[in-house]
């Protein structure tokens, strides 16, 4: 596509539900990036895909986050059993893997736990 | 690791006059730097970047922005501010060891006046 792809634009959950957040990235880009910004902060790397292979999860928050990207393409971010302090912009970031050449950011999910 | 700091979490300035948002960095390994910007309710768009070579490298849409490595900084000017540049502007390194993973300032919000 023309762009990166996230759905939905807005999530609420009530706390303690398990949530799924999509991205999908330019086509072609290998590199695969999630983001978390809390209001009023700047973003804050989660974890990282080339290609399938999830190669830096060090910024998950806790085991109830996980992220996948099976054939490469799509990702999804699930949270389990989310929690107040979850509520958050997520943002999904695509690039082809050399030198940052179209390394774009999608609108992000606006998650609100109540 | 690497680290992003803004100095200014707010700056108020009259239209057309200059501004200077100041980013300060610091990394043991060499970094690539970033300014990026987000608008009210948008997804975070780059402004311009820094990769190799003239350490004075420019948006098109007026902004500039020179690595100083001596300083560790990557502060952006703009010689006239336009009320349309209202915006958050997050300053990002990334070490070229890391695949492409951001780590951004806590962000500075510029406010222009008529």
């Known amino acids: 596509g023309a762009g990166v792809s996230q759905s939905p634009r807005y999530k609420v959950a009530k706390r303690g539900q398990d949530v799924a957040l999509r991205c999908d990235p330019i086509s072609g880009h290998v590199s695969l990036f999630w983001y978390q910004q809390a209001l009023g902060q700047g973003p804050e790397f989660l974890t990282y895909f080339q290609n399938e292979a999830q190669l830096d999860k060090s910024g998950l928050p806790s085991d109830r986050f996980f992220a996948e990207r099976p054939e490469g393409s799509v990702s999804t971010l699930k949270i389990q059993r989310t929690q107040q302090e979850d509520s958050a912009v997520y943002l999904c970031?695509?690039?082809?893997?050399?030198?940052?050449?179209?390394?774009?950011f999608g609108s992000g999910t606006r998650l609100t736990v109540v | 690791a690497q680290s992003v700091t803004q100095l200014d979490s707010q700056v108020p300035v009259f239209e057309e006059a200059p501004v200077e948002l100041r980013c300060n960095y610091s990394?043991?390994?060499?970094?690539?730097l970033f300014w990026y910007v987000q608008y009210p309710n948008q997804g975070l768009q780059l402004l311009l970047k820094y990769l190799s070579g003239s350490t004075l490298v420019e948006s098109i849409n007026g902004f500039e922005a020179e690595f100083n490595k001596s300083q560790t900084s990557f502060h952006l000017r703009k010689p006239s501010v336009h009320i349309s540049d209202t915006a958050e502007y997050f300053c990002?390194?990334?070490?070229?060891?890391?695949?492409?993973?951001?780590?951004f300032g806590q962000g500075t919000e510029l406010s222009v006046k008529p």
């Open positions: 970031a695509s690039s082809d893997g050399v030198s940052f050449f179209g390394y774009t």
């Open positions: 990002a390194v990334s070490a070229s060891n890391q695949g492409g993973k951001l780590i």
């Open positions: 990394s043991s390994v060499s970094v690539y």
